[in-house]
């Protein structure tokens, strides 16, 4: 069994899209995270809904758990429509690590150690171009080891 | 707005609950994680899918990428069936860090600077009590971030 089993349609973004739009999408879909491809197909990274939350918050309220806290209610409401203007591109982290990315020809193991490794609940599926043709979901992983 | 707004009813397990049984459960309602709860209710943490498929491999495999791609093909999905036996327990970390756990009357913000700090596509919301109650998910404060 290989990633071509595996694998399901799943959306992508680019960095030039507008990141309420990605955020559109995870919400309404209840998507685990959004795949981001460049202008030539080819995956650039995983985009977790995290990773927009933390996008739309004033660093300093990030990194201050008590402040969070103090902050007047309306003020807290408003602080998270901040996603306007801001794109996809603002949420990449340069140097992010290991891509969750494989060819089509990965096994089920490679997949799965490299979920393990990076975390990610999605793992973007290239062909041999190294254009996204697909992701393989975490459920799908976990199907196959409860129905051995 | 606050955690008692936005908080959902969502799956818990125990940490004696079989792996197998949380990796179905997963799956099969295509859950981001699972609350862990102790025997009075408290929450403990949350189990993404992808510590379950950690579980699943042995830890050499997850550590060396070249490995994954050279073992044997018939093996390679033996390996991922290896969650029998195997509780919740044995894929809570110690130690993990800052728990994505909140009181009802948390903010939104209170919430949202959790899951960027901790990552957690889910955050458990407790009563005063510190049981259990629900859950907020990244995509309900997402649906906010769009709607403002």
Known sequence: MHASDLAV????????TPAAQAAQLLANQRLPGLIV??????????????????????????????LAG????????????????????????????????????????????LMARTGSPLVAVTDDADHYVGAVLVGALLDLAVSG
Chains 1, 2 share one sequence.
């Open 9 to 16: 349609p799943f959306p992508a973004v680019e960095p030039s």
């Open 37 to 66: 491809v460049d202008e030539f197909g080819s995956p650039l990274g995983v985009l977790p809904g995290t990773r927009l939350v933390a996008l739309a918050l004033p660093q300093y309220v990030i990194e201050d758990p008590a």
């Open 70 to 113: 103090v902050v007047d209610e309306s003020a807290a409401d408003a602080s998270v429509r901040l996603l306007g203007g801001r794109t996809v591109q603002d949420c990449l982290r340069a140097g992010q690590g290991e891509l969750p990315v494989v060819r089509l020809d990965a096994t089920v193991l490679e997949i799965a150690a």
